[in-house]
């Protein structure tokens, strides 16, 4: 009897160990299950948030294609089409030589002024006026290589004598410089004496008197302020020797 009762309370203990540690294991269970919830819940939420940003950087991130530009439906040139953030754009050098007559060589990106220039660009705040495309020019030489009283003038306007008409050149300025600066005289090759005559709009702006050949060059400065349109008349050798712009 005493041997039946001893494993009676040896099948108790063990019925009791194996309780508990059945429901130990049962809670260590119940919590993980519950943090593996609360972490995936959590991860959900990272993966919604990353997909919304990414969502945006695709829309941020440019698209590069190429294409065609076409004017009044005729083909005109080629070039790169970049959209971004809803905006579309294409290539300063492409668009420009179609929607100006200015060619590649006219166009420049100064990257330390962050300018973009078209045409003439200025050298210390002015610019030539030779390197300016004219109006329209009559018996007027460009930058031909003469001197006046020995003193060479490599940026220069010098009026012919092909015809019995005066040399004359037009610049179409639009009110956009203040002044016009140059030398003048006559050219070493002259053999008699003539002048100069600068009109704006059709009003006297500068007249050079008489210029005799063998003298020295004089400098002279003309308001430019308001002026559209700007005409030099030129006698015969009569010569104008580095003329600068000053923009506005």
Request: proline content about 2%.
């Amino acid at each position: 009897m005493e041997g039946s009762m001893k494993k009676i309370s040896v099948i108790i203990v063990m019925l009791l160990c194996f309780g508990l540690s059945f429901s130990t294991t049962t809670s260590a269970k119940a919590e993980s299950v519950a943090d593996l919830k609360k972490k995936n819940a959590a991860l959900e939420k990272q993966v919604a948030s990353l997909k919304a940003q990414n969502a945006k950087l695709k829309k941020s991130i440019p698209t590069v294609s190429s294409g065609k530009i076409f004017t009044n439906g005729v083909q005109n040139g080629t070039s790169r089409f970049l959209s971004w953030s809803g905006r579309n754009y294409v290539e300063v050098d492409d668009i420009i030589p179609v929607l100006t007559n200015y060619t590649d060589n006219q166009i420049k990106y100064d990257a330390t002024r962050k300018a973009l220039y078209l045409g003439v660009m200025p050298s210390k705040g002015i610019i030539a006026l030779t390197n300016m495309k004219e109006y329209s020019k009559h018996e007027v030489v460009i930058d031909y290589n003469l001197s006046i009283n020995n003193k060479r003038y490599s940026k220069n306007l010098l009026g012919t004598n092909t015809t019995p008409f005066r040399g004359k050149i037009n610049y179409k300025i639009d009110g956009k410089y203040s002044s016009l600066k140059f030398f003048y005289g006559m050219s070493d090759y002259a053999s008699k004496k003539s002048n100069i005559v600068i009109t704006g709009d059709g009003n006297e702006l500068f007249h050079s008197g008489e210029l005799d050949y063998q003298t020295d060059a004089k400098y002279a400065e003309v308001d430019l302020r308001g002026i559209k349109f700007l005409t030099i008349d030129l006698g015969t050798s009569a010569v104008i020797g580095n003329p600068t712009l000053s923009p506005k």
